[in-house]
């Protein structure tokens, strides 16, 4: 469970502050995959990346099962943040790297031995179906294949909740349904508990289980993604 409590966050800028989120409460359950849709600017990404602390909030605090995520020192932090995997709109591979080397970095960075680090990549690779690809660098590959690399990339250290910054805004309709069928099937197979942000309707619908609407900074509706979408 993630639990979000009176979370604020503002920019400093020149002449005044931009308030990105005000007063944000939310639960993710486990197990779910969790929607935030809003418009640019309304802080979902803000929101995203406070849960593992790629920007500190200004007030508030995260919970993750029992853990106040945002009063963790840096070395715990670093642990914690094994289980929480991420994956970007422009993918953030290496490109100096083959699509082997991505998925390998995170486990090198964790100390795990040379044959073991193979073992679990090669595994990844069938989990994303991209073995075929595993000597290639990603100029070689399309959008839906980087983001298939960072997918295993993000599973790597085994996480237990994955997040989504616009994960699909990059690629085309076929591509985008391939990909959220794949985080569907990831989901099951490794019991993750998904949050995910998107500007696409069509994203929600079809695959979160509950979406919160933001505008603003602020929450303004939370629903199953049935009960939002059976208003007139
Ligand atoms: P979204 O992801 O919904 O497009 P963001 O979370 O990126 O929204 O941004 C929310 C607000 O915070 C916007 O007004 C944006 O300009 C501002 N903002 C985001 N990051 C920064 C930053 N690093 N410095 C200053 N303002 C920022
Ligand atoms: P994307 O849409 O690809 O996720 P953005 O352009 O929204 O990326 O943001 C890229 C980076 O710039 C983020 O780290 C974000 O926090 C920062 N950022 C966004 N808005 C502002 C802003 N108004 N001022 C400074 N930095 C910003």
Do not use: W
């Not at 945002?70 to 929480?84: A, G, N, P, Q, V």
């Not at 709109?89 to 080397?101: A, D, G, Y």
């Not at 959220?180 to 099951?188: D, E, V, Y």
């Amino acid at each position: 469970m993630i639990e979000i409590k009176n979370l604020s966050k503002s920019f400093k800028g020149k002449t005044s502050n931009v308030e990105a989120l005000k007063d944000i409460n939310l639960i993710i359950y486990k197990g779910e995959i969790f929607g935030i849709i809003g418009l640019s600017g309304a802080g979902k990404s803000t929101l995203i990346r406070t849960i593992n602390r790629l920007e500190e909030p200004t007030e508030g605090t995260i919970f993750i099962e029992d853990t106040d995520i945002i009063k963790l020192d840096k070395k715990k932090l670093r642990s914690t943040r094994k289980e929480i995997g991420m994956i970007f709109q422009h993918f953030n591979l290496l490109n100096s790297r083959t699509v082997f080397e991505n998925i390998a970095f995170p486990l090198e960075i964790s100390g795990y031995d040379k044959s073991s680090i193979e073992k679990r990549v090669n595994e990844l690779l069938e989990v994303v179906e991209l073995a075929d690809k595993k000597d290639a660098y990603p100029s070689q590959l399309s959008g839906g294949q980087k983001q298939r690399v960072a997918i295993a990339r993000a599973l790597a250290n085994n996480p237990k909740i994955l997040l989504c910054d616009e994960a699909t805004s990059a690629l085309d309709p076929k591509t985008t349904k391939a990909i959220l069928n794949l985080l569907k099937k990831i989901q099951q197979e490794f019991n993750l508990t998904v949050v995910l942000i998107t500007h696409q309707m069509e994203v929600i619908k079809e695959i979160c289980n509950r979406v919160a609407i933001i505008e603003d900074g602020k929450i303004i509706e939370l629903n199953t993604v049935e009960e939002i979408f059976a208003k007139p």
